[in-house]
């Protein structure tokens, strides 16, 4: 088997992604691509990420895999149920998303949507059909030889964390919070996005702990979310040699 590259939360950062492109190696057929999810939301061009990792999933030569992500899990929520609790805090960065598939300027800090931008964001009206299928058909999770790759981690049940194929509610991974898996968990390599690395602790990390907003590498997870689309890198870790790439 090749080599996985894995890649953390992209949330609208299309210049990271490009940038974070050009220092990876050249790809052979036997390696695989896999998108840890959060590819909207925050940054500017969240339409043209999609369009993008798309494509890539289409027609990259090598295996490409596109995890879901808690920000895609809840604009499908949005779509289905209405859920107006997600659109308008301003660090969930929505209107950011809005308006970078209806134009206009990024928001202002603070800035609430107009009026008719919440009427289109409440019914997710903005997105194209495409798009909204695409998120409904990624997967919650992945496994290959090298690691088991999910967007926030792993869910534990009577004093133990669960594989994947275990989780009869295989949303919480998309969604959990547990430093107690950070901390705890114990098994096959687990690689993950979703919570700021500057957040877990750090000396547990063997990668760089003299920088919290980089890669975190505790003895079995290793956590990507670096800040894409709010001010920090886009990273991607390549295993099984732990080589890391960053967009900075």
């Given at each position: 088997?090749?080599?996985?590259?894995?890649?953390g939360?992209l949330?609208?950062?299309?210049?990271?992604?490009?940038?974070?492109?050009?220092?990876?190696p050249?790809?052979?057929?036997?390696?695989?691509?896999?998108?840890?999810?959060?590819?909207?939301?925050?940054?500017?061009?969240?339409?043209?990420?999609?369009?993008?990792v798309?494509?890539?999933?289409?027609?990259?030569?090598?295996?490409?895999?596109?995890?879901?992500?808690?920000?895609?899990?809840?604009?499908?929520?949005?779509?289905?149920?209405?859920?107006?609790e997600?659109?308008?805090?301003?660090?969930?960065g929505?209107?950011?998303?809005?308006?970078?598939?209806e134009?206009?300027?990024?928001?202002?800090?603070?800035e609430?949507?107009?009026?008719?931008?919440?009427?289109?964001m409440e019914r997710?009206?903005?997105?194209?059909?495409?798009?909204?299928a695409?998120?409904?058909?990624?997967?919650?999770?992945?496994?290959d030889?090298?690691?088991?790759?999910?967007?926030?981690?792993?869910?534990?049940?009577?004093?133990?964390?669960?594989?994947p194929s275990e989780a009869?509610?295989?949303?919480?991974?998309?969604?959990?919070?547990?430093?107690?898996?950070?901390?705890?968990?114990?098994?096959?390599?687990?690689?993950v996005?979703?919570?700021?690395?500057?957040?877990?602790?750090?000396?547990?990390?063997?990668h760089?702990?003299?920088?919290?907003?980089?890669l975190w590498a505790g003895?079995?997870?290793?956590?990507?979310?670096?800040?894409?689309?709010?001010?920090?890198?886009l990273?991607c870790?390549?295993l099984?040699?732990?080589?890391?790439?960053?967009?900075?």
């Amino acid at each position: 088997m090749g080599r996985t590259f894995a890649i953390g939360d992209l949330h609208g950062d299309l210049d990271a992604f490009h940038r974070l492109a050009e220092r990876l190696p050249p790809l052979a057929e036997d390696d695989t691509i896999v998108f840890l999810g959060d590819y909207i939301d925050r940054g500017p061009r969240s339409r043209e990420v999609v369009e993008l990792v798309r494509r890539l999933d289409r027609d990259e030569r090598c295996e490409v895999v596109c995890l879901r992500g808690n920000h895609e899990d809840a604009w499908l929520r949005v779509i289905d149920e209405g859920w107006p609790e997600f659109l308008l805090p301003g660090p969930n960065g929505c209107l950011a998303m809005y308006r970078s598939y209806e134009g206009g300027p990024m928001p202002r800090p603070g800035e609430y949507p107009r009026p008719d931008e919440l009427d289109r964001m409440e019914r997710g009206a903005f997105l194209p059909e495409a798009h909204v299928a695409w998120m409904r058909s990624l997967p919650y999770w992945y496994e290959d030889e090298h690691a088991i790759y999910v967007h926030a981690g792993l869910v534990e049940r009577g004093g133990r964390f669960l594989h994947p194929s275990e989780a009869d509610t295989p949303i919480a991974m998309l969604w959990t919070r547990s430093r107690r898996f950070f901390r705890e968990y114990a098994g096959k390599r687990v690689v993950v996005g979703h919570t700021a690395t500057e957040l877990l602790p750090q000396e547990l990390s063997t990668h760089t702990p003299e920088d919290p907003t980089d890669l975190w590498a505790g003895p079995c997870v290793v956590a990507l979310d670096t800040g894409a689309g709010k001010g920090g890198f886009l990273t991607c870790v390549e295993l099984p040699a732990m080589n890391v790439y960053e967009s900075r």
